[in-house]
Nanobody
Framework: QLQASGGGLVQAGSSLRLSCTAS????????LNWFRQAPGKEREFVAGISWRGGSTDYADSVKGRFTISRDNAKNTMYLQMNSLKPEDTAVYYC?????????????????WGRGTLVTVSS
């Protein structure tokens, strides 16, 4: 089970923090990732983090603005989003990698959580 939360309506330049709580069985020893899907567009990779948190990866569009982290003791992953732009508007999904690494490829995702909507107004 994956449960994302923290979305909402904010103005451009604001910040939001998304959370994703996973069951131990769902995400044990696995990389975790955030993807997003804007209306009329394909789902795209946003950020990913390895099982132990030692390796992170970001889409170019969010580098320097978003920070991914995880707390394995709480089975929770976070996405701190700063300097939000209207083009960040999308449904954000957390996803479990098939391996212990993060992944930007949809085919390497073993489990998707329900999304949380982020809307950034200009």
């Amino acid at each position: 089970q994956l449960q994302a939360s923290g979305g909402g309506l904010v103005q451009a330049g604001s910040s939001l923090r998304l959370s994703c709580t996973a069951s131990r069985r769902t995400a044990s020893n696995n990389g975790l990732n955030w993807f997003r899907q804007a209306p009329g567009k394909e789902r795209e990779f946003v950020a990913g983090i390895s099982w132990r948190g030692g390796s992170t990866d970001y889409a170019d569009s969010v580098k320097g603005r978003f920070t991914i982290s995880r707390d394995n003791a709480k089975n929770t992953m976070y996405l701190q989003m700063n300097s939000l732009k209207p083009e960040d508007t999308a449904v954000y999904y957390c996803a479990v990698s098939r391996s212990s690494s993060s992944t930007s490829r949809l085919e390497n995702i073993s489990y998707w959580g329900r999304g949380t909507l982020v809307t950034v107004s200009s």
